[in-house]
Each structure stands twice: as structure tokens, then as C-alpha cells.
């Protein structure tokens, strides 16, 4: 038996851990520089607050429903998640955290101790809630894929109560029956699409489907899908998040700059973001993508991008740092109010299957990067930098409701007055 823990709105959740006058509350958080709406909170969402809606156009909306707005607060979140992995992680033998708030279990030594899986799931999400204060929905099923589908109908279908299991063909054929095919695990909105297009329009309607025909007109991947939603287990632990293909790092800047050095700094920042994710995925690139713009709402709307070709594949942030500054002059304009900026790492490799250089010195420096990461990950994320990423505020984000950051700041701990 496979579940799938996953927490309810979870940065809305976080954000009501350490204030609890906000619990009763509907809450909204908002994405980088406050742009627009990434999570709404189930007392907010019956406010028919829309989600992903850029946050000006739905200003007057907040304001009148009396909705708490908070920028997105990741050291919180990430935080948070850490002590809510490691209270999931006590109810398995096998766990596979696939994103911040969501953790896919195995129950392989545990079937034959657990007689009730219903109430096993509600003694998950109580003991969540006890030891971190942020609720989840827990889904039971015989694959990966069901267990998401029961997860999906424990938060999202009537007649739930946050749990829900799939263990008999009558509660399989019941949840995928209320499941619209877009709501599958793996099914985009695209692909929902071309289904609804051949009248396969729920979760049951596709897990009808012939797999080898699902294989011939798409993928593997969606053959895989049908038998898992048949009940026939497909997917290893290693398949179910395989590593990325492309890495990028972008964002917009809290304000607009001119200034060469800034922009050189943010540049240095996103690529070193990105050596960092390149590094913890065991992947190497060859070649480089790094852009600017401005706004593409004002006058003269300018962008440039540059692709820098490495003769050996690397993930040293140094080496990367260097390529940006070798093309950075390419790239700036002077007089442009710059809007964005971000860099993007190309075709990667492992690290294992690397092709070294027969006329050139190595220019990476791996076990100066494990040491980097090594105290980065001990100590928190820019406790060691390379000099030329010291950060400026010009470029910083604009998080102008953020909350404190009560787990990872002395200064922001929660006080308790008697």
C-alpha cells in the first residue's frame, strides 16, 4: 500500500503557525515581488479568491473581504516542511518527499500491523497537526497514482474528511468516476486536452483506456498512468521525480536598475542558484544561458541573452561566475531600466559520464564545492559566497508583507507574554 501526505495550502498554512489570530482568517500569499496569488487558504478560497491572479487586479477584492496578505516567506516554508517530513516519515518504512509539502509513503513491513487505514490516515493528520500545526490530506491507494487520486479526493471531493483510501474496485471505480482526467497525476492541460478531445473526460475514463494504444498515440508515460490507475504498480521510487533536464534561475528584481555592478551581482546570484541545483542533482551542463530585459510595458523595451559554451562540462560556481563576467559586457546596455534578469543551464549530463579535456587543466574545483555545500547546508543557504554574489538590496525581491521568520532568525523568535 502506497500513501500520499500533502499539506493543506501549505504556505497559507505556514503562515498561520506562530499567529494564531490569523487561523480564523482567510489568508493569501503572494509570489515573488508580491506579483500575484500562489496560495489561498480554505477560508479564503470560499471567498471565491482566485488564484495565480496578479495581486493589483484583485486588490479591491482582498480589501473588502478583510484577507491577510503575506509575501512568500521560504525560509519559513522550508523550515516548516523539514519538521513536517520528519513527523511523516515516523508512520513508514519507506518515504519519498517529492516536493516542500508533499511525501509519498510506503507501507511495505507496515501492512500487516495496520487493520483500519482510514483511521491510520487520521492518526497521521492528528499528530501533524499536534507536533507542527499545519493540517493535511492523506490518500491510500495500491499504486503511487491511486494514492494521489485518493489524496486529491480527500481534500478536494464531498464526503471526505481528509482522508480517503483506495483498497476495493468499488472506492477505485468511485473516486476515479468524480475525478475529472486534468486532475490526474501526470496529465497536463494540454494532454487533458487532446483526451477530452477523444471523449476520455474522468480518471475512470482513461484507466479504461487500452494502455498500448494510450503508448502508441502518446507516451510510456501515459501507458504507465492507465495500469497504474488499473492498479498495476509502474513506477520505482527513482521514476517518480526524475532529474531535470534544464536548470534556470530568473527573476524579476524589486525594483528597476541601471547600474552595471547590480545587474552583474544578480546575474552571479541566479548562477550560482543554479550550480547549487546542478550540484545536488549529481548533473553537469556544457552550456550556459544567461538573459536581461526590461520591461516589456515601457518604452524601448530591451533583451539580450547570451549562451556560453564550456569546453568540459562543469557545476563549479566559480567557473560559472567567471562566464559572467567574461560575456557580461555583451549582455548590458547602459541607460536601460532592467526589469529581469536570469540564467539557465543547458543540456545536462551526470556527473559520473564526464569527458575531461586532453589539452586543458581541469578549471573546476569539486571538493572545493562539497565544502561549499557542506557549510551551506549546515549553516543555511549564503553562509559561504563567493565574493563577487554580495548581495544588494536594489535587486533584492519586493516582500513588502512578509512575516518573520520565527524558526531561522533570533531576532523574529515568537514571544510569549503572561
Known sequence: MYALVDAVAFYASAEKVFDPAIRSKPVVVLTNNDGCICAVC??????????????????KILEDNQVVIR????????????????????????????????????F????????????????????????????????????????KAANHAAKKLPGFDGVAVIDSEASRITILKAMDVQ????????????????????????????PRKMKRL???????????LRGKSCLAWDEVRQDKKEI????????RITDATALKTALINHC??????????????????????????????????????????????????NAISEVFDHLYKPGIRFYKCGVGALELSSHIFQQPDLFQAPIDNPKLMQC???????????????????????????????????????????????
Open 42 to 59: 480554505p477560508i479564503a478560497r470560499k471567498l471565491a479568491i482566485p488564484k495565480f491572479q496578479p495581486y493589483f487586479q484583485v486588490k
Open 71 to 106: 509575501s512568500s516567506n521560504y525560509e519559513l516554508y522550508a523550515d516548516l516542511s523539514e519538521r513536517m517530513m520528519n513527523v511523516i516519515g515516523r508512520f513508514c518504512d519507506n518515504q519519498h518527499i517529492y516536493s516542500i509539502d508533499e511525501s509519498f509513503l510506503n
Open 108 to 147: 511495505t513491513g507496515f501492512n500487516k500491523l495496520i487493520h483500519d487505514w482510514h483511521r491510520y490516515g487520521h492518526d497521521i493528520r492528528r499528530t501533524v497537526w499536534r507536533e507542527t500545526k499545519l493540517p493535511v490530506g492523506v490518500g491510500f491507494g495500491p499504486t503511487a497514482t491511486l494514492a
Open 183 to 210: 486532475d490526474i497525476w501526470g496529465v497536463g492541460r494540454r494532454l487533458a486536452k487532446k483526451l477530452k478531445a477523444m471523449n476520455i473526460n474522468t480518471a475512470f475514463d482513461l484507466a479504461e483506456q487500452d
Open 218 to 228: 502518446f507516451s510510456i508515460v501515459l501507458e504507465r498512468t492507465v495500469n497504474e
Open 248 to 255: 534556470f534561475s530568473t527573476r524579476s528584481f524589486g525594483e
Open 272 to 321: 550560482v542558484i543554479v550550480a547549487r541545483k546542478l550540484r545536488a542533482q549529481g548533473s553537469h551542463t556544457q552550456r550556459l544561458l544567461m538573459f536581461v530585459a526590461s520591461s516589456p510595458h515601457q518604452d524601448g523595451y530591451y533583451k539580450k541573452s547570451y549562451i556560453y559554451e564550456f569546453s568540459v562540462a562543469t557545476a563549479d560556481s566559480c567557473v560559472f561566475a
Open 372 to 418: 561549499l555545500d557542506s557549510i551551506n547546508t549546515r549553516y543555511g543557504v549564503g553562509t559561504l559566497a563567493i565574493a563577487s554574489e554580495t548581495p544588494t538590496s536594489r535587486w533584492h525581491m519586493k516582500r513588502a508583507y512578509l512575516s518573520p521568520h520565527y524558526t531561522t532568525r533570533w531576532h523574529n523568535l515568537p514571544k510569549i507574554h503572561c
